[in-house]
T-cell receptor, first 112, second 117 residues
């Protein structure tokens, strides 16, 4: 089992729709979760961080965390073509030191 | 967010030569730096974790004698790809963190695209 799993996609949504990206993780002790966006050929950039169960909203983005189910998601409302990118789920593992483990990423296409 | 500068942004080198990539945290002290490699259409793969002043911890399957990591100060870490071969061609990305607490995010450098010919 991979440590952080994401559906590779591509996920295609029409402009203005809600895009839903999902992620599961294996380390039950993980407490910190992040969503990064990566455009082709560029470095990842942080979109959201979430540490507590429930929802966290920032503009058009909402992160959802369910530690019991080991599940974290990202919702993008009113999707725009500029949101087309690969979205990486990241989880911090504590293995005697903290390190960030990334999922394989989900490619999102927003059609104009 | 904090700024992490990675240099060079791209490099082309001949097979058998060595290439050094620098990663600097410009406005914070990075106690921990991470080096990732990303092949086309694949995810980031953690290569190694380095803590300032100590030896790097390499992930399974990563040759420590080939990928030399130095983290001599709280603002600078270097990755040297020794005796580079075409299969080492990839996108190398560093991230830096003052990861003293579990919820501290890491900030990424711009990445270095290495092409070995």
């Amino acid at each position: 089992q991979k440590e952080v799993e994401q559906n590779s996609g591509p996920l295609s949504v029409p402009e203005g729709a809600i895009a839903s990206l999902n992620c599961t993780y294996s380390d039950r002790g993980s407490q910190s979760f992040f969503w990064y966006r990566q455009y082709s050929g560029k470095s990842p950039e942080l979109i959201m961080s979430i540490y507590s169960n429930g929802d966290k909203e920032d503009g058009r983005f909402t992160a959802q965390l369910n530690k019991a189910s080991q599940y974290v998601s990202l919702l993008i409302r009113d999707s725009q073509p500029s949101d087309s990118a690969t979205y990486l789920c990241a989880v911090i593992q504590n293995t005697g030191g903290f390190k960030t483990i990334f999922g394989a990423g989900t490619r999102l296409f927003v059609k104009a | 967010g904090a700024v992490v500068s990675q240099h060079p942004s791209w490099v082309i080198c001949k097979s058998g030569t060595s290439v050094k990539i620098e990663c600097r945290s410009l406005d914070f002290q990075a106690t921990t730096m991470f080096w990732y490699r990303q092949f086309p259409k694949q995810s980031l793969m953690l290569m190694a974790t380095s803590n300032e002043g100590s030896k790097a911890t390499y992930e399974q399957g990563v040759e420590k004698d080939k990928f030399l990591i130095n983290h001599a100060s709280l603002t600078l870490s270097t990755l040297t790809v020794t005796s580079a071969h075409p299969e080492d061609s990839s996108f190398y990305i560093c991230s830096a963190s003052s990861q003293l607490e579990e919820n501290t995010e890491a900030f990424f450098g711009q990445g270095t695209r290495l092409t070995v010919v």
